[in-house]
C-alpha cells in the first residue's frame, strides 16, 4: 500500500500561484499513473490533472488547462502540480491519487487506487 501526504496548499490572491507536491511512500511509485483531484464545498470530488509513470503523458480538465501544470521526479518519489493564474473558482481540496491501474492516468473516482489526505487551497478575489 503506498501512502501519499501532500503539502503547498494556502491562501492566495486571484492571479497568483501555488505549488502542490505530494510524496508517496510504499508501494513501487514509479510504476504508477498519479493525479491530483479536487473537491470545492458542496461539490463532488473531481479530476484536475493527471501523469503517466514515466511523465511523457499528461492530462488536464479544461478547467485547469493552460494554467496548471502537473509533473514527477520518479527519482524523489513525488509528484507536482503548478498553479498560476488561480481563479477564486479553484478554490478547494486538493487530493493526490494513485491510479489503480498502472497505465492509466486517473480521470475518475473509480480509477483511483489510493488517496492522499488532502490540502486546502483557497484562492481569494
Known amino acids: 500500500q503506498v501512502q501519499l501526504v501532500e503539502s503547498g496548499g494556502g491562501l492566495v490572491q486571484a492571479g497568483g500561484s501555488l505549488r502542490l507536491s505530494c510524496a508517496a511512500s510504499?508501494?513501487?511509485?514509479?510504476?504508477?499513473?498519479m493525479g491530483w483531484f479536487r473537491q470545492a464545498p458542496g461539490k463532488e470530488r473531481e479530476f484536475a490533472a493527471g501523469?503517466?509513470?514515466?511523465?511523457?503523458?499528461?492530462a488536464y480538465a479544461d478547467s485547469v488547462k493552460g494554467r496548471f501544470t502537473i509533473s514527477r521526479d520518479n527519482a524523489k518519489n513525488t509528484v507536482t502540480l503548478q498553479m498560476n493564474s488561480l481563479k477564486p473558482e479553484d478554490t478547494a481540496v486538493y487530493y493526490c491519487?494513485?491510479?489503480?491501474?498502472?497505465?492509466?492516468?486517473?480521470?475518475?473516482?473509480?480509477?483511483?487506487?489510493?488517496w492522499g489526505q488532502g490540502t486546502q487551497v483557497t484562492v481569494s478575489s
Open positions: 491519487a494513485q491510479s489503480r491501474a498502472q497505465f492509466l492516468i486517473p480521470r475518475s473516482l473509480q480509477m483511483v487506487g489510493s
Open positions: 510504499g508501494r513501487t511509485f514509479i510504476n504508477y499513473a
Open positions: 501523469i503517466s509513470s514515466g511523465g511523457s503523458t499528461t
